[in-house]
């Protein structure tokens, strides 16, 4: 994959593969960004071996240069099947588990934030992903990472899970089913963010969350019942 784009601030930009030869970059690029985060927990970085575990081939990672600086990446990775499973969360049968793929950590060079490079970048693997061999795409945020939280519903997928992972903070968990057409029932409610035992009830009763609504100073999801 290579192409150029165009960004908002008039900037040419080219997004293409990264390879291992590229890790250290990479590992610059997510140490800053970790830096500028107001809310450290919302990002859960890999780290230098996980990194390679996915160039290595164990998944997809691209990166978008503005010139030879590496400015914003993105990573797919095929997960190994094991208790902590997202397709666990989402419901799915053990025999699906192989066809599932992560949408992995984004990182954005704060001085390129406001540019959609996040949601950019999604897309572009959405659209790569090999629909014969995968069928699932699943992944984790932390509430109130609006970003994040945005861009996952932008790219088609809804909230099947909140609960806590990575041992003890809380994540909701994202799924995309690349074979389906139908989308979820738009009638439905909403529920403040902060209440999680009601999403939590809503989503054991078969509800899946489909996006969010400021209302006032407070952040709700949508929720919506599954036909």
């Known amino acids: ?37 107001e809310v450290a927990s919302f990002l859960q970085p890999l780290s230098e071996e996980e990194f390679r575990y996915i160039l290595k081939g164990n998944g997809t990672m691209i990166g978008a240069f503005y010139g030879n600086r590496l400015i914003a990446f993105r990573a797919m990775l095929e997960p190994e099947i094991d208790e902590h499973h997202l397709g666990r969360d989402a419901g799915l049968p053990e025999t699906e588990l192989p066809t599932v793929l992560y949408s992995e950590v984004t990182n954005v060079d704060p001085d390129y934030r406001g540019n959609k490079l996040q949601q950019l970048l999604g897309q572009l693997l959405m659209e790569n992903v090999d629909k014969n061999r995968y069928r699932y795409v699943c992944a984790t945020v932390a509430p109130f990472n609006i970003a994040s939280l945005k861009d996952k519903f932008a790219l088609g997928m809804h ?50 969350g489909i996006g969010l609504e400021q209302v006032d100073d407070s952040w709700k999801v949508k929720y919506a019942k599954k036909d």
């Open 1 to 37: 994959m290579k192409q150029d784009i165009i960004l908002r601030n008039g900037q040419k930009v080219t997004i293409r593969n990264l390879t291992v030869n590229e890790l250290g970059p990479i590992i610059e690029l997510q140490e800053k960004v970790i830096g500028s985060l």
């Open 159 to 208: 909230i099947v899970s909140v609960e806590k992972k990575y041992g003890h903070v809380l994540r909701y968990t994202f799924i995309k089913d690349l074979a389906a057409s139908d989308k979820p029932s738009t009638i439905g409610i909403t529920v403040d963010m902060s209440d999680v035992m009601e999403q939590q009830s809503l989503l054991a009763d078969g509800w899946v």
